[in-house]
T-cell receptor, first 116, second 109 residues
Framework: GAVVSQHPSWVICKSGTSVKIECRSLDFQATTMFWYRQFPKQSLMLMATSNEGSKATYEQGVEKDKFLINHASLTLSTLTVTSAHPEDSSFYIC????????????FGPGTRLTVT | GQNIDQPTEMTATEGAIVQINCTYQTSGFNGLFWYQQHAGEAPTFLSYNVLDGLEEKGRFSSFLSRSKGYSYLLLKELQMKDSASYLCAAMDSNYQLIWGAGTKLIIKP
């Protein structure tokens, strides 16, 4: 099956700093990538949808200036958490979808962010 | 609005069978997904149904009734490693997944 990687798998940063998370599709071209956030014991919450070469579409309540998403190529999307605060500590998961099977999403392994 | 409902938690015994139900309401429908998620890990794909009926895949089966907006995931011969959260997600007309809150399945020896 298709493989999606995320880097880093976990990160600890100080409040006020920025953190960049990378999501890569390794063996297929991802026309669409999704960024999710998941708090403990809760389900996935979609943050934004990004299509290669265009601006991301953010879900209601998600600050686009705080969570910067760049989908610069068909294999790479990045999420930058700017001026991170402890409440941004969460599990961030990306998923990718290709043109071949628009109904399939392949998930990355997730990034655990802890802001101190 | 769009909504997915599934039980919060279920408990079953090792070796037994368990059925996890899911009801959905979406704007358009392009299929129903089941994912398994172990604590601290990303979801992994289990099944996809777009037509009515039962899809069997080893110990796991998934059923869909489009007219009733209903699906279930059936797990047979339960093993301890099946302890996880099971996420139901319906794909709407824009190919966007609408997620349920997940069902935490606890397997007891």
């Amino acid at each position: 099956g298709a493989v999606v990687s995320q880097h880093p798998s976990w990160v600890i940063c100080k409040s006020g700093t920025s953190v960049k998370i990378e999501c890569r599709s390794l063996d297929f071209q991802a026309t669409t990538m999704f960024w999710y956030r998941q708090f403990p014991k809760q389900s996935l919450m979609l943050m934004a949808t990004s299509n290669e070469g265009s601006k991301a579409t953010y879900e209601q309540g998600v600050e686009k200036d705080k969570f910067l998403i760049n989908h610069a190529s068909l294999t790479l999307s990045t999420l930058t958490v700017t001026s991170a605060h402890p409440e941004d500590s969460s599990f961030y998961i990306c998923s990718a979808r290709g043109e071949r099977a628009p109904y399939e999403q392949y998930f990355g392994p997730g990034t655990r962010l802890t802001v101190t | 609005g769009q909504n997915i409902d599934q039980p919060t938690e279920m408990t079953a015994t090792e070796g037994a069978i368990v059925q996890i139900n899911c009801t959905y309401q979406t704007s358009g429908f392009n299929g129903l997904f089941w994912y398994q998620q172990h604590a601290g890990e990303a979801p992994t794909f289990l099944s996809y149904n777009v037509l009515d009926g039962l899809e069997e895949k080893g110990r796991f089966s998934s059923f869909l009734s489009r007219s009733k907006g209903y699906s279930y995931l059936l797990l047979k011969e339960l093993q301890m490693k099946d302890s996880a959260s099971y996420l139901c997600a319906a794909m709407d007309s824009n190919y966007q997944l609408i997620w349920g809150a997940g069902t935490k399945l606890i397997i007891k020896p």
